[in-house]
């Protein structure tokens, strides 16, 4: 007899547990966009600010418990976010499904244009120790796909209702220009940068460096959802 209680109470407790998820309920998901602000070439590079113009995003969530979930949005013209973790943009703001998520993947694009779609500006140190401005400006398409994790650095996400949550996602800069040497950087050629001298590396400026940060972009960036 004890034996079929204690099996009727851990079947109601696994009842209780999946019944706190209404899986059709949604949660707030806002994403934010930003870069690694990390310096990199001993201090002396570093990037904190641009902006990235959006024109598809998609997201793919498996979870423990109930069907998968699938969203994709484009748009006409291409969205502008920021690369600030603080700029809030509402087109980034959707609804999102609760559960326990054993893996979510985002993917974004940026479209091919006659425009800049994304721009990184930061800060190199040179020789003589004067900290010049530096931008790198993408005008071509590029697929950029990242998986979630959780602040602790697991894949494992729970999304639970009437809880907001952010999704930031980090441009890795500093791999992006891990090919580039000191040496590179000091003989770029400059251009006037908000009237100053700096470095404008672009498909058709100081193209070498270009060509080998444009090989990384799609590597190693990051997403975090809290």
């Not at 109470?9 to 999946?18: P, Y």
């Not at 994709?72 to 291409?78: A, C, I, L, M």
């Not at 959780?150 to 980090?170: M, P």
Request: proline share 3%.
């Amino acid at each position: 007899m004890k034996k079929y209680l204690l099996l009727l109470i851990i079947v109601l407790q696994a009842c209780s547990a999946d019944e706190s998820f209404d899986f059709k309920s949604p949660s707030g998901l806002s994403f934010y966009f930003d870069v690694n602000r990390e310096a990199s070439k001993n201090g002396r590079l570093l990037f904190n600010d641009g902006f990235i113009l959006i024109s598809r995003l998609q997201l793919e969530g498996d979870r423990v418990q109930a069907e998968d979930y699938f969203f994709q949005n484009g748009y006409q013209p291409p969205i502008l976010a920021e690369l600030d973790s603080n700029a809030y943009n509402p087109q980034l703001q959707f609804d999102f499904p609760q559960g326990i998520y054993n893996r979510i993947e985002f993917e974004f694009e940026i479209p091919s244009s006659n425009i800049t779609v994304l721009q990184v500006d930061g800060q190199f140190k040179d020789s003589t120790g004067a900290w010049l401005p530096i931008r790198l400006e993408v005008s071509s398409f590029e697929l950029f796909q990242v998986l979630a994790a959780d602040r602790e650095g697991e894949q494992e996400i729970v999304i639970e209702d009437q809880f907001s949550y952010s999704a930031l996602i980090r441009l890795n800069t500093v791999h992006w220009f891990s090919g580039i040497s000191i040496a590179q950087l000091e003989a770029a050629d400059r251009t006037i940068i908000n009237g100053q001298s700096g470095i404008l590396i672009k498909d058709n400026k100081n193209t070498a460096i270009y060509n080998e940060v444009d090989d990384r972009l799609d590597e190693l960036n990051s997403l975090s959802i809290r």
